[in-house]
C-alpha cells in the first residue's frame, strides 16, 4: 500500500519550459471589487456577505453606470448530483457519495441538492452595490450578455432535456422578457454584430427536418429583426453543417452547438464542438456564383476533417482521435482586423472518467489505471493553442510563442480573449486545483496541509467508512470492500499527522518499475548479451513484458506523468496580454493568487479599466478591475498587481514544508518549497 501512495513521489522534480521573450510591460494595477475582504478558502461569490453557489461570472455587459453580470450556478455541485446516481446504483448513497467528495476535495465543493436557476446580477460603477436583478427556473444558468442598442441579452443554458432554452432581454425601464425560446438545444451562448444585426447560435425547435432522418441536434444560426425583438429570422439550419449536428458532444452536458460568433472580413465565423477536433464554418449573404441555402446565405468549413486547407479541424491527430477528449471545442474572437481561434479540451471527462475507475479499482473491479488514465494524461500531453487567420492562404497558423506558455502546465482551455487599452487580453482555465484531488496523495498537498488540515481530513475519510459500512450487505460488498481499502489508507495518514514530511527511508525503498524494466529491455539489446547466450536477449523482453502485464506499467508512467505536471504547474488561471500576438506579458498565472480562481470567462472593457470576472466553484465567483497605469502620475516604474494577496518570497530560497526558510541548498533529502512550487531534494529517480 505503502509503495501504491507514494510512487509518484519519484518525479516530482518540476520540468522547466521554455518561455518566449515577454512583451515590454506596461504598468498596471488589478483590484479586487467584490468582497475585496476576502482570502482564498473564504466564502465569496459577488453579492455582499458572499454565495458559494454563484460561482460562474460569465459574461458582462454594460449599459450607463450598470455592469450587468450573467451567472452560472455551481456546476461542480451539479456534476457530483448527475454522477451520484450512477455510485447510488452500485450500492453507494447519494449522502456516502457525497461523504467521499467532500474527502477527495476536502470540503471544498459545496453541496447542493436544490439545483436553482442563475442570478443575473447588476453592479453599480459609481456606488459599487451589487444586487440580484433576476433569477432563472431550476437548472437554467447564463453563458451569455450583450449589450445591442438600448437593450441588454441574455442567453440561456440548462443540461436537463426537458427544460427550455431562451434568449432574455433587459430593456431601458428594467424589465425582462423572454424574446425567443427553443428546446433540444444545450447553449445559446454564441452571439456577435454582423451588417447592424445582433446574431445568436444555437438550435431552434422550429425547424422540419427530413422525414425518415432524426436530427439529434437542430443547430441555428438566428438573426434578429431590428424592428421587432421577438422576431428571429434563420440564416443557417443543420443541414449547412454536414455531419456535426450528429455528433454526441452537441448534446452532451458540456457541449453546445456553437460555442463562438465572430464577424471578420464580410463573414460570421461560427466554431462547433466536434470528437475529432472543432470545425470552424464561414457564411455570409450567397453572392453572385456562390451555392445560396434556402435563407439565401452561402456557409463552408474554413477548418474540420471535411476541409482540405485546414485539417482536421485544429486537432493535433490526422484525422481525429475519438475518446481522446482534445481540441474539442474552440472559439474564434477579431482583434486588429486579424482573426484568432483558440482551443479547449474536455479536462472534465477526463477527471470524471479517472475518479470512477478509481472507485472501480478500489472496490475489486478489474480495471487498470491505464484504462482510466488514459484521457486525463493524453490531455495533459496536449498544450492549448492560439491560432492567427491567413486571410491570403486561408489557414489558421499556430502562434507558436504563446504554445510555449501553455506546455507542462495544467492549463486545459482557453476561454476568453478580449480588448482594452488597445492589448488583446487571454485568459486561461486551469484544471490543476481538480487534478490535485486525484493525485493528493503523492503530489504533496496532505504533507503541506496544517495539523489542524490533516484531522479534518482523517475525520472525513472515517465518515466515509462509516458511511460505506452502513450500507454495505456482507463483506463482499463493494462498499465494504472500499471501506477496507479506505480504512488501510487512513492507517497509513495516521503516522503523518505530526510529520513534516515522508522520511527519506520511505522514499528511498521506492523503486521505479518502469526505470528497471527499461534497463533490462536495453541490456537485452546489448551484442555482448546475445554473444554469451543467444536466448538470453528474448528471455529478458519476455520477464519485462511479463512485468509489465502484472503491474500495468503503462498505467505507472501515465500517473507519474500526471502527478508531475500538477507538482510543477502554478494553480489558478493564467492571464497574458499582447500587441502583436508574437510577444506576450504575463499577469497572473495562479489566478490571482487563488487557486481556486481555476477559470476566467469575461471581460469587460470600461474607461475606468478593464473589469475581470472568475470562476471558483468552491467558494463563489469574484469581479476585479485592471487598470493601465501608463497615463497616470505615481508609480509609473514597476509593473505590479496592487490590492492583491501577496506571495512574496525571495527569488530561489528553499523553504521547508512547514514555512520555515533554508540558508543555501537543502542538505537533507525531502520535500521543499522554492519559487511557490514543490521540489524534490536529494533523490534520484
Known amino acids: 500500500m505503502k509503495k501504491q501512495l507514494l510512487m509518484g513521489l519519484l518525479t516530482l522534480l518540476p520540468t522547466a519550459a521554455t518561455i518566449a521573450d515577454a512583451q515590454e510591460a506596461t504598468p498596471y494595477t488589478v483590484v479586487k471589487v467584490s468582497n475585496p475582504d476576502r482570502g482564498e478558502r473564504e466564502v465569496d461569490g459577488l453579492i455582499a456577505g458572499g454565495d458559494r453557489e454563484n460561482s460562474y461570472t460569465w459574461r458582462l455587459a454594460m449599459r450607463g453606470d450598470e455592469i450587468y453580470i450573467a451567472t452560472t450556478r455551481n456546476i461542480a455541485s451539479a456534476l457530483v448530483n448527475m454522477y451520484a446516481p450512477a455510485f447510488a446504483a452500485g450500492g453507494l448513497s447519494v449522502d456516502a457519495f457525497w461523504d467521499m467528495i467532500n474527502l477527495v476535495s476536502n470540503g471544498d465543493i459545496p453541496r447542493n441538492d436544490a439545483n436553482e436557476g442563475a442570478n443575473i446580477i447588476s453592479y453599480n460603477r459609481k456606488t459599487g452595490e451589487f444586487k440580484v436583478i433576476y433569477t432563472a427556473e431550476s437548472a437554467v444558468y447564463f453563458r451569455m450578455a450583450v449589450t445591442y442598442g438600448d437593450n441588454v441579452y441574455f442567453g440561456s443554458y440548462t443540461a436537463r432535456p426537458d427544460v427550455g432554452q431562451y434568449i432574455l432581454r433587459l430593456d431601458p425601464q428594467g424589465n425582462f422578457t423572454k424574446v425567443f425560446q427553443t428546446t433540444g438545444s444545450v447553449s445559446l451562448r454564441a452571439n456577435c454584430v454582423y451588417d447592424d444585426h445582433l446574431f445568436f447560435a444555437g438550435a431552434d425547435a422550429r425547424e422540419e427536418v427530413a422525414e425518415g432522418q432524426p436530427v439529434p441536434t437542430k443547430m441555428a444560426i438566428l438573426r434578429k429583426s431590428n424592428e421587432d425583438d421577438t422576431q428571429w429570422d434563420r440564416v443557417a439550419d443543420y443541414k449547412d453543417f454536414g455531419v456535426i449536428p450528429y455528433d454526441g458532444i452537441m448534446s452532451s452536458w458540456a457541449g453546445a452547438p456553437f460555442w463562438e460568433l465572430a464577424s471578420h472580413n464580410g463573414y460570421i465565423y461560427a466554431t462547433a464542438p466536434s470528437t475529432p477536433g472543432f470545425v470552424i464554418f464561414r457564411g455570409r449573404p450567397a453572392q453572385d456564383g456562390e451555392e445560396a441555402n434556402e435563407y439565401g446565405w452561402h456557409w463552408e468549413e474554413v477548418a474540420g476533417l471535411n476541409n482540405g486547407i485546414n485539417n482536421p479541424g485544429l486537432s493535433d491527430i490526422v484525422g481525429g482521435e475519438p475518446g481522446t477528449m482534445r481540441s474539442l471545442i474552440g472559439s474564434v474572437y477579431e482583434y486588429k482586423g486579424q482573426l484568432f481561434a483558440y482551443n479547449f479540451d474536455h479536462s472534465f471527462g477526463g477527471e470524471a472518467q479517472a475518479f470512477a475507475g478509481i472507485i472501480q479499482q478500489l472496490t475489486g473491479a478489474d480495471v487498470k489505471a491505464s484504462d482510466y488514465l488514459y484521457y486525463m494524461y493524453n490531455s495533459l500531453q496536449n498544450p492549448q493553442k492560439i491560432w492567427r487567420l491567413n486571410d491570403e492562404t486561408g489557414k489558421f497558423e499556430e502562434c507558436k510563442n504563446f504554445t510555449k506558455y501553455m506546455e507542462n502546465t495544467t492549463n486545459e482551455y482557453i476561454w476568453r480573449m478580449g480588448e482594452y487599452d488597445d492589448q488583446l487580453y487571454i485568459a486561461t482555465m486551469d484544471a490543476g486545483i481538480f487534478y490535485g484531488y486525484l493525485t493528493q496523495l503523492t503530489n504533496g498537498n496532505f504533507l503541506l496541509m496544517t495539523p489542524e488540515e490533516r484531522v479534518t481530513k482523517i475525520q472525513y ?215 511557490g512550487r514543490k521540489v524534490l531534494k536529494g533523490f534520484t529517480r
Not at 596 to 621: D, H, R, W
Not at 636 to 651: F, R, V
Open 461 to 675: 475519510l472515517d465518515k466515509v467508512i462509516k458511511s460505506l459500512l452502513a450500507t454495505a450487505s456482507s463483506k463482499i460488498d463493494p462498499a465494504a470492500i472500499l471501506a477496507e481499502k479506505l480504512g488501510q489508507i487512513k492507517s497509513f495518514l495516521q503516522g503523518f499527522l505530526d510529520k513534516e514530511t515522508v522520511s527519506p527511508e520511505a522514499l528511498q525503498e521506492l523503486q521505479s518499475s518502469e526505470a528497471i524494466a527499461g534497463e533490462i529491455e536495453t541490456a537485452a539489446d546489448d551484442p555482448a548479451i546475445s554473444e554469451s547466450d543467444p536466448e538470453l536477449g528474448s528471455k529478458l523482453r519476455q520477464f519485462v513484458a511479463d512485468l509489465r502485464s502484472k503491474i500495468d506499467m503503462k498505467g505507472i508512467v501515465m500517473y507519474n506523468y500526471i502527478n508531475n505536471i500538477v507538482v510543477s504547474s502554478d494553480w489558478g488561471f493564467d492571464l497574458f496580454r499582447t500587441s502583436d500576438a508574437e510577444n506576450f506579458e504575463v499577469i497572473t498565472r495562479t489566478g490571482f493568487n487563488d487557486k481556486y480562481n481555476y477559470g476566467c470567462p469575461s471581460f469587460l472593457a470600461t474607461e475606468e479599466g478593464l473589469y475581470i470576472g472568475t470562476c471558483n466553484p468552491f467558494y463563489g465567483g469574484q469581479l476585479y478591475l485592471l487598470t493601465n497605469q501608463k497615463d497616470q502620475p505615481g508609480d509609473d516604474d514597476a509593473t505590479a498587481i496592487n490590492q492583491l494577496p501577496a506571495q512574496a518570497q525571495p527569488a530561489g530560497a528553499y523553504y521547508t514544508l512547514s514555512g520555515q526558510r533554508i540558508n543555501g541548498q537543502p542538505t537533507a533529502p525531502g520535500i521543499y518549497i522554492q519559487n
